[in-house]
């Protein structure tokens, strides 16, 4: 950080307000982190480093089940995500303005509205048409938003390219779909990965959706954990909260490589470079 | 002329765009194995017509036809017409190889013939090496020769270059028209070339088509364009032009014209359009180039003034005179060592050849406009 001349009073005093909103912002997670290995089952004081509890974890039946029905949903939903997003995002390029408009407003309304309404809402629209919950309808309860994201992202990146290379692709013989398939494809590459990815640790950390629409006899890692903290908070829920944060992390940080284009060169084969231009 | 093979021709050919026409009625057609230009200034409707013809974009009206046949209705991908673009287009994600090779996967060409295919026309734009760079490896000049190679090795009917080279520095441009030239000739494809530089489209083309505000106002030969434009707007655009405003008095068994000034009542006689009527608004075209400084003789058309502004350009000087009654006229000279140059204010004699000048008609706000479809349906 770049220090702060001590003239500027009120640089430094701006300096320490953010730098304590962040402390405070950070804190428990620092918290969680720090009791998933402290040897105190109490969680009262700092009694030492284990990996007890990270290992009670893994060896839990229920978590690994829970961790891969977590899983399960988030593949599958940011999938289908990402095969509603597609077509949206190219619909709206040929659409008309009133179109465009139309769709950014869904789009936009899925993320701003409280995700409890549109949980609630497929709730009673599940039980009217007597759709028995399970993992299929928290699935369909995560693309709601999960959809909403990736369209976002991928209308971004089509914002960036004209239709020109199309045409060439088109002049040079090569049929809609072809063109598709060897141009608009591989230009949206990167940001299928990032709309993927950032999907994917929505859906893996959602709890309210989930809640909802899992009905009795299927359980995501994040209800597990909503759901043991209600009790007592011990040190392997704050180890399945660490577990649940490096995958959304991991998650998170490589869609930042692609988005800078560090890693799209060699991941996505043939693909255009994030950024470049057309 | 019509014993040449038609390669593409456009029947009544109109675009039009909500409220504004970009092509207006087009009627035109180009000859197999020719250099055809398409000039005009910025939105005149040349891209347009070129697009059309690539079926990039579809006529409001009227047909395109490929040697008999009507393509106006078949999409871009089946119409065996290629198209070099301005902003290259290369495919950033593919080697210059892959790039080349591209429309002939399309085309399903069988892998060593792809290869070979891909090569040799590499080879002939001069970058036979190159076939494992990425287009952003390349230079301007390059990736415009890649997208040339990734047009011409589909052997199309017909080429269609829409400004490819107008994103170059002059000394580059200049290579890669001989380059461009020295390929049509060897390959004998068809070229329609449309590009806002008349210079480059003359010293290319084997004719041009001029046009303005969506209309065609007159094809020709370079030199015809030039020297015999049929409107005002032909002979302003394709080079510097005084144009000097009078009435056709008189008209002889040859169809030489005998004009009156509209400035200073002068009279002379040259020749000019056909078919002008006695009365006739019409402007003489004399070129800065054919005038000449103080050495006027007898049959030439002559104005005195004095030198407003003197420009230097290395192989030539051009002046621009306020003359007395014609208003500002200017004339190019060779720059030699020996007549050195005439110093502002200096007062001189221009004249031209009556043989140099040339009559054409002009609309008069008086007068009827001359009618449209005829100015369309040129030479």
């Known amino acids: 950080m770049r220090r702060v001349s001590p003239k500027r009073v009120g640089g430094v005093v701006l300096t320490l307000f953010v730098l304590g909103a962040f402390i405070a912002l950070y804190a428990p997670l620092v918290l969680v982190v720090i009791n998933a290995f402290n040897k105190n089952v109490l969680l009262t004081s700092w009694a030492g480093f284990t990996w007890e509890w990270v290992k009670q974890a893994i060896d839990s039946g229920r978590v690994r089940s829970d961790f891969l029905t977590s899983a399960e949903v988030a593949i599958a939903s940011s999938v289908l995500a990402l095969a509603i997003a597609i077509p949206a995002g190219l619909w709206a390029r040929a659409a008309s303005p009133r179109g465009r408009q139309l769709l950014d407003a869904t789009t936009y309304m899925r993320i701003v509205l409280p995700e409890i309404v549109s949980a609630l809402g497929l709730l009673i629209l599940f039980s009217r048409l007597h759709i028995a919950l399970g993992i299929v309808t928290v699935i369909i309860g995560h693309v709601v938003f999960n959809s909403a994201y990736a369209i976002v992202i991928i209308q971004a990146r089509l914002a960036t390219m004209t239709t020109a290379l199309e045409e060439v692709a088109a002049d040079l013989g090569a049929r809609p779909w072809r063109v598709f398939w060897r141009v608009t494809f591989p230009f949206l590459a990167p940001?299928?990965?990032?709309?993927?990815?950032?999907?994917?640790?929505?859906?893996?950390?959602?709890?309210?959706?989930?809640?909802?629409?899992?009905?009795?006899?299927?359980?995501?890692?994040?209800?597990?954990?909503?759901?043991?903290?209600?009790?007592?908070?011990?040190?392997?829920?704050?180890?399945?909260?660490?577990?649940?944060?490096?995958?959304?992390?991991?998650?998170?940080?490589?869609?930042?490589?692609?988005?800078?284009?560090?890693?799209?060169?060699?991941?996505?084969?043939?693909g255009f470079r994030s950024g470049e231009e057309t | 002329?019509?014993?040449?093979?038609?390669?593409?021709?456009?029947?009544?050919?109109?675009?039009?765009?909500?409220?504004?026409?970009?092509?207006?009625?087009?009627?035109?057609?180009i000859y197999e194995g020719e250099f055809f230009s398409l000039i005009g200034p910025s939105g005149c409707g040349k891209t347009t017509t070129l697009r059309i013809i690539a079926g990039l974009d579809h006529a409001t009206s009227g047909s395109v036809l490929l040697g008999e046949r009507d393509i106006g209705h078949a999409p871009a991908y089946k119409r065996p017409v290629n198209t070099v673009f301005q902003q290259y287009g290369l495919f950033p994600h593919l080697n210059v190889f892959d790039n080349v090779a591209f429309g002939l996967k399309e085309r399903r060409d069988p892998r060593a013939?792809?290869?070979?295919?891909?090569?040799?026309?590499?080879?002939?734009?001069?970058?036979?090496?190159?076939?494992?760079?990425?287009?952003?490896?390349?230079?301007?000049?390059?990736?415009?020769?890649?997208?040339?190679?990734?047009?011409?090795?589909?052997?199309?009917?017909?080429?269609?270059?829409?400004?490819?080279?107008?994103?170059?520095?002059?000394?580059?441009?200049?290579?890669?028209?001989?380059?461009?030239?020295?390929?049509?000739?060897?390959?004998?494809?068809?070229?329609?070339?449309?590009?806002?530089?008349?210079?480059?489209?003359?010293?290319?083309?084997?004719?041009?088509?001029?046009?303005?505000?969506?209309?065609?106002?007159?094809?020709?030969?370079?030199?015809?364009?030039?020297?015999?434009?049929?409107?005002?707007?032909?002979?302003?655009?394709?080079?510097?032009?005084?144009?000097?405003?009078?009435?056709?008095?008189?008209?002889?068994?040859?169809?030489t014209y005998t004009v009156q000034l509209t400035a200073d009542d002068m009279m002379f006689t040259a020749t000019g359009v056909p078919g002008l009527a006695l009365g006739a608004p019409v402007a003489a075209l004399a070129r800065p180039e054919a005038g000449k400084v103080n050495a006027s003789d007898a049959g030439s058309l002559c104005a005195r003034g004095s030198i407003a502004d003197v420009s230097y350009a290395g192989p030539q000087i051009a002046y621009r005179v306020s003359s007395n009654g014609l208003g500002d006229l200017s004339v190019f000279c060779k720059a030699d060592a020996?007549?050195?140059?005439?110093?502002?204010?200096?007062?001189?004699?221009?004249?031209?050849?009556?043989?140099?000048?040339?009559?054409?008609?002009?609309?008069?706000?008086?007068?009827?406009?001359?009618?449209?479809?005829?100015?369309?349906?040129?030479?």
């Not at chain 1, 899992?214 to 994040?222: D, F």
């Not at chain 2, 070339?193 to 303005?212: I, K, L, P």
């Not at chain 2, 050849?353 to 002009?362: E, G, M, V």
């Open chain 2, 338 to 379: 020996s007549s050195g140059l005439l110093e502002l204010g200096r007062s001189v004699e221009l004249s031209w050849d009556t043989s140099d000048l040339w009559i054409f008609p002009i609309d008069q706000p008086s007068t009827q406009p001359a009618p449209e479809a005829e100015g369309a349906d040129a030479s």
């Open chain 2, 1 to 29: 002329m019509s014993e040449r093979a038609s390669a593409i021709r456009l029947v009544d050919l109109t675009r039009q765009f909500e409220k504004h026409v970009a092509v207006d009625r087009v009627n035109l057609e």
């Open chain 1, 191 to 270: 940001a299928l990965v990032v709309a993927g990815l950032l999907a994917f640790a929505f859906s893996f950390d959602d709890v309210i959706t989930s809640t909802f629409l899992a009905g009795s006899g299927t359980e995501t890692l994040p209800m597990l954990i909503f759901g043991l903290a209600r009790f007592r908070v011990d040190p392997e829920v704050n180890a399945i909260g660490v577990g649940l944060m490096v995958i959304t992390l991991g998650c998170l940080g490589f869609t930042l490589l692609v988005a800078q284009g560090r890693v799209t060169g060699g991941l996505v084969l043939g």
């Open chain 2, 113 to 255: 013939t792809i290869a070979e295919s891909v090569q040799r026309m590499l080879d002939l734009v001069g970058l036979g090496g190159r076939g494992g760079s990425r287009p952003r490896q390349l230079s301007g000049g390059e990736q415009q020769r890649v997208a040339l190679a990734r047009a011409l090795v589909l052997g199309p009917q017909v080429l269609l270059l829409d400004e490819p080279l107008g994103a170059l520095d002059l000394k580059l441009r200049r290579q890669m028209q001989g380059l461009l030239k020295s390929l049509q000739r060897e390959l004998e494809i068809t070229f329609v070339y449309v590009t806002h530089d008349q210079e480059e489209a003359f010293s290319m083309s084997d004719r041009v088509g001029v046009m303005n505000g969506g209309k065609l106002e007159q094809v020709g030969a370079p030199y015809d364009v030039y020297q015999r434009p049929q409107t005002f707007f032909v002979a302003d655009f394709v080079g510097a032009a005084n144009c000097l405003r009078g009435t056709v008095k008189g008209i002889d068994a040859r169809g």
